[in-house]
């Protein structure tokens, strides 16, 4: 309620009552309790009157109201934006990024200036070729397609491609780094020591510090996906 409002709670009491309170002479000493039973009601009125314009004043007012700024501020800590992938076709592309961004010559995106070392894949897929490199802050992705496909819009076929997946070593548990996946995916490693994901046709393995996973069209079987596991490691100079 504005002082204004609040004003006008007050003037709304009659102020014949307040003059009458005041001005009242009985007739009668008798009858002189008349006089002040209508002094306390008038006061009873005014004190009523007094609360509920605070009350008012304080709803009107926005004291119970979370202050604009807060809410905002709660609403985008709530929300977590993540950065879009650095993209690339090939490793040398890749490689050339990395330095020109640890030399400042480029954005540091998902914080690529703390690979110091990459894990790539060491093999080739029969009529295949890798046509993209995608660079998150916790993983790097190398995905492969059919050479008679046409890449222009960039998306991925998990029927038709093949994804290979390096987990960055700084999100890794590096004294066991396929614990989390064994407990995240409840699949126990093979005799091998690999894990299959046999629903989405994933194997899975740890290399030096890092895991590495490779999926592959539900056409590949198991074996074939584990003869093509082998990475290695290039030093970023």
Known sequence: ????????????????????????????????????????????????????????????????????????????????????????????????????IKEGKENNINNVSELNTLIVPNFTIDGYYLFKIEVTKVSVFYYYTPLSVSRVDGLINYDRDYVVTVRRSEYVDKSNPLQPLIDQLKIPPNDDGYLYDSVNNVVMFAYENVWVSIRAPKSVNYQEIKSLCTVKSVEID
């Open 1 to 100: 309620m504005t002082a204004k409002k609040f004003s006008n709670a007050l003037s709304s009491i009659n102020e014949s009552y307040i003059n009458e309170a005041i001005t009242y002479t009985a007739g009668k000493k008798s009858k002189i309790w008349v006089k002040w039973i209508t002094i306390a009601a008038c006061f009873a009125m005014i004190v009523v009157s007094l609360t509920v314009g605070v009350v008012m004043m304080g709803r009107d007012d926005g004291v119970n109201e979370m202050p604009k700024e807060k809410e905002n501020q709660d609403t985008e800590e709530n929300i977590e934006v993540e950065s879009k992938p650095l993209c690339v076709d090939s490793v040398d592309k890749l490689i050339e990024t990395i330095k020109n």
